[in-house]
């Protein structure tokens, strides 16, 4: 983006912070506009200050845990786990690293588990789990995932509304849904 549209959108989100300082979606998303702007360390510092404001917001700390240096990432998810602990976002979150950096693939099939248990209606945890799934499960496994996704419907997750909400996927129902997301990278 140019110059102008990121100082313009870092000044939208600033004046909306200001006027709803407890809304995680709108530190959230000021954390991302400057890590996209390649300001590194204001995206840190600005979510820092997120999760002082929202302590308890499972999308910060599961944001918070991904994008952490992987040195840091155990330290923080132990820290999410304390202030969230039955937030899907996070335990999904926490699922990912179990799955992607220790291989340690029966843990996270157990923290997915949890997480779709606790909100069976989030579609990112479905896709994520249908992911680490389709890397490193059986055909069993997967079509059991998929049969468990289409049969809770799922229709709220940000990644899952972006994907199947767009006008050409409209029509399509939840399994095809679920394939798109994993498509687009979960």
């Not at 845990?65 to 969230?84: F, G, H, N, Y």
């Not at 248990?117 to 998929?146: C, H, M, R, S």
Request: net charge positive; proline share 4%; hydrophobic share 40%.
């Amino acid at each position: 983006a140019p110059a102008g549209g990121v100082t313009k959108a870092r000044s939208l989100l600033e004046l909306g912070r200001l006027k709803n300082p407890k809304d995680p979606a709108l530190w959230l998303e000021a954390v991302r506009l400057e890590r996209r702007a390649g300001n590194a360390k204001l995206a840190t510092s600005l979510m820092s200050r997120a999760l002082q404001e929202c302590p308890t917001s499972g999308v910060l700390w599961a944001e918070e845990i991904r994008t952490a240096p992987r040195a840091a990432q155990k330290a923080k998810s132990v820290d999410a786990i304390k202030r969230c602990t039955e937030d899907p976002h996070v335990i999904a979150a926490v699922a990912g690293l179990f799955a992607n950096n220790d291989r340690k693939y029966a843990k996270a099939r157990k923290w997915f588990e949890r997480a779709a248990a606790l909100d069976p209606d989030l579609g990112d945890t479905w896709a994520a789990y249908y992911a680490f799934e389709k890397k490193n499960g059986t055909e069993e496994q997967v079509a059991e995932i998929k049969r468990r996704c289409v049969a809770a419907e799922p229709t709220h997750g940000e990644r899952w509304c972006a994907v199947v909400k767009e006008m050409q996927h409209r029509r399509k129902g939840v399994a095809e849904g679920l394939e798109l997301v994993v498509q687009k990278g979960i």
